[in-house]
């Protein structure tokens, strides 16, 4: 059964620095990977997915990266914004037509 | 659609009521999950569609959870007998391609069941 875990669970930073968030999943053999955010009350906003096939996304100041054989994935904030502090997930399908499991969280508080 | 649309975004009823939740998936996507997030906690996984394929209902916490999809579009979770327990955000995503699709998500109905 897959399991996906994210590390640190909350994170505390000043406005302005750099921040790596942690996904980890325990069967390499997924099909793709995407992080989400959640604001409070809201539902989940796609920010990146990356294939199987691929290494790294990008999107304006977040890059994530996939090594699938050591079962990771970063999200990496650069230049963090108070607008940023949000829930951050990440969630893996393992196989094409199948759900996705989703990790717990990282709950990022950006203070000015 | 501009993107995935659920309603009601709330909604309150007594214990043992039945309750239908709604979701309408981006057009043309053709696969469809929904999800239960309870407070302060993860997203577990309902059920998901994939086009005219047969659900993945695993995820189904009890027999009085159901869920149907009508014309490979707007999909209907119900809950029969409601207990506080089922108190929760239901979230319902979609994507466009069966294999490898970005999924969106809808912005949840809060269910209170009191």
């Known amino acids: 059964k897959q399991e996906v875990t994210q590390i640190p669970a909350a994170l505390s930073v000043p406005e302005g620095e750099n921040l790596v968030l942690n996904c980890s999943f325990t069967d390499s053999a997924i099909y793709n990977l995407q992080w989400f955010r959640q604001d409070p009350g809201k539902g989940l906003t796609s920010l990146l997915l990356?294939?199987?096939?691929?290494r790294e996304q990008t999107s304006g100041r977040l890059n994530a990266s996939l090594d699938k054989s050591s079962g990771r994935s970063t999200l990496y904030i650069a230049a963090s914004q108070p607008g940023d502090s949000a829930t951050y997930l990440c969630a893996v399908k393992e196989t094409s037509g199948s759900r996705l499991t989703f990790g717990e969280g990282t709950q990022l508080t950006v203070n000015p | 659609g501009a993107g995935v649309s659920q309603s009601p975004s709330n909604k309150v009823t007594e214990k043992g009521k039945d309750v239908e939740l709604r979701c309408d998936p981006i057009s043309g996507h053709t696969a469809l999950y929904w999800y239960r997030q309870s407070l302060g906690q993860g997203l577990e996984f309902l059920i998901y569609?994939?086009?005219?394929?047969?659900?993945?209902k695993s995820g189904l916490p009890s027999d009085r959870f159901s869920a149907e999809r009508t014309g490979g579009s707007v999909s209907t979770l119900t809950i029969q007998r409601t207990q506080q327990e089922d108190s929760a955000v239901y979230l319902c995503?979609?994507?466009?391609?069966?294999?490898?699709?970005?999924?969106?998500f809808g912005q949840g109905t809060r269910l209170t069941v009191v």
């Open positions: 569609f994939q086009g005219n394929s047969a659900p993945d």
């Open positions: 990356i294939q199987s096939s691929q």
């Open positions: 995503a979609s994507s466009d391609r069966v294999w490898d699709g970005e999924a969106f």
